[in-house]
């Protein structure tokens, strides 16, 4: 009974070679979704940018491991910052992820290596010395699993099979987003609407000084350190059934309802649905702002028609990873995702403080020289020099101060400046 290779492998007690190779050529071709895109803009200030890149892979030179990276960048006060991260955020990203991981610890590696590699933007940004600001949503797609990374206001949103839109993003703005005016505040900021003659106040709600409408940015150096790089990461598992994302600027959003775009494009290949979506914001608001949008599909594969199995209760991503920092509305949402089978959660946070987002580092930040290397910027330390993420933090008495992850000086001096503890710009010698 059974086939050759059954016959083969009961007899010998082995699996050939060949027939593992095959076995595994099999399974991915029936599990891996196919990814198609499209995008389309329109420019008002030359500042929105985004990048695509379908050709990315976890093991070089081995196409199995292939993923793919969406991004939207809605620059501000120029276009530099956009620019700067559009160039440098995925190489910064990746090289904070540990080498010779399988594919289920790499990607329980991304939601802290997005962190550094957002952080490591910004420390570089700002060490050109150059003013402008940029939000940043960050996508990664790499078989059914789908990982967002955002600062600022440019959004992502999922329209699964079934008609259920999401949102897997949060505005970073301080006039809808209270937890961020409260941290912007507590850490030194002030917070308040632009006053013109006479007194009266316009405008939506600023962070001063700068007065910028975001809590998170990557650049803008002349304004407070509270305004963080630091990013709210989701990542969730698409049932195979697969989906769509719609990731845009503003100029979309401030136009359309989540709700709207999604239904806007429905039944049409990304590349249309991406000019679509653009279309109905203008005709909404007309061109008043840039105005970006990268449509992504993941299509369930043409022979794949085994039903999703449903959501597991709890996964070990989850025991991992998901505590106690997730918001009521991200509480209730998952609540409903997974009431109906969409996607599986399997990450999400979105504090502000980097000594939650780095997490304790079993490995006591070695680096492969044997020497401790920052978390954040991936350059060896001498001993003297690293200080654990944890010292003189209120996690100092639940965590050990001399336990990785280490920052090099640098980083340690930006990260009290984000959390206000120190005023910001100002170098501790
Ligand atoms: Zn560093």
Redesign the pocket.
Same mark, same amino acid.
């Given at each position: 009974m059974g086939s050759r290779e059954e016959r083969y492998q009961n007899h010998h007690g082995l699996v050939p070679l060949a027939a593992l190779i095959g076995r595994e050529m099999r399974s991915e071709k029936m599990e891996k979704p196919t990814v198609r895109y499209g995008c389309a803009a329109q420019s008002r200030k030359g500042e929105d940018y985004f990048l695509t890149k379908t050709d990315c892979q976890r093991v070089l030179g081995n196409p199995s491991s292939s993923f793919s990276v969406f991004a939207v960048f809605d620059g501000h006060n120029g276009n530099a910052a956009a620019i700067f991260s559009r160039d440098h955020l995925l190489n910064y990203v990746l090289s904070a992820i540990p080498r010779g991981l399988g594919r289920d610890e790499w990607l329980q590696a991304l939601p802290r290596a997005l962190v550094a590699g957002f952080v490591?933007a910004d420390?570089e940004f700002q060490s050109k010395g150059q003013t402008s600001g940029t939000t940043v949503t960050f996508v990664i797609v790499d078989g059914w699993t789908v990982t967002v990374a955002s600062v600022g206001d440019s959004r992502c949103i999922l329209d699964a099979q079934g008609g259920a839109v999401c949102e897997l993003t949060v505005d970073h703005r301080l006039e809808e987003n209270v937890e961020e005016r409260e941290r912007v505040t507590a850490s030194g900021g002030e917070v308040g609407r632009l006053s013109i003659v006479g007194g009266a106040q316009v405008g939506p709600l600023r962070c001063w000084p700068g007065g910028l409408c975001l809590s998170r940015s990557i650049g803008d150096m002349d304004v407070g350190e509270f305004i963080v790089p630091i990013p709210y990461v989701k990542q969730v598992k698409l049932s195979n059934a697969g989906g769509r994302l719609i990731i845009a600027s503003d100029g979309i959003w401030d136009a359309l309802s989540s709700e709207m775009a999604a239904k806007s494009c429905r039944g049409l290949p990304a590349e249309l649905a991406a000019r679509q979506v653009v279309k109905e914001a203008l005709r909404a608001r007309g061109l008043k702002d840039d105005t970006t949008c990268v449509v992504v599909d993941i299509i369930p594969p043409d022979n794949s028609v085994q039903p999703s199995p449903p959501p597991k209760k709890k996964n070990k991503f989850k025991a991992l990873f998901f505590r106690k920092h997730s918001r009521d509305s991200a509480l209730k949402l998952s609540k409903k995702l997974s009431a109906v089978g969409i996607v599986e959660e399997l990450f999400e946070e979105g504090s502000a403080m980097l000594a939650e987002r780095l997490g304790n580092d079993n490995s006591n930040g070695q680096s492969t020289s044997g020497l401790f290397m +920052?978390?954040? =910027?991936?350059?060896d330390l001498a001993q003297s020099e690293g200080l654990s993420v944890h010292a003189g933090s209120i996690f100092s008495t639940s965590s050990k101060p001399w336990q990785g992850p280490f920052? +090099?000086?640098? =980083?340690?001096n930006k990260k009290d400046a984000m959390e206000g503890k120190r005023p910001s710009g100002v170098k501790v010698a």
């Open positions: 490591k420390k +920052c978390a954040i =910027c991936q350059v920052l +090099c000086s640098d =980083c340690r």
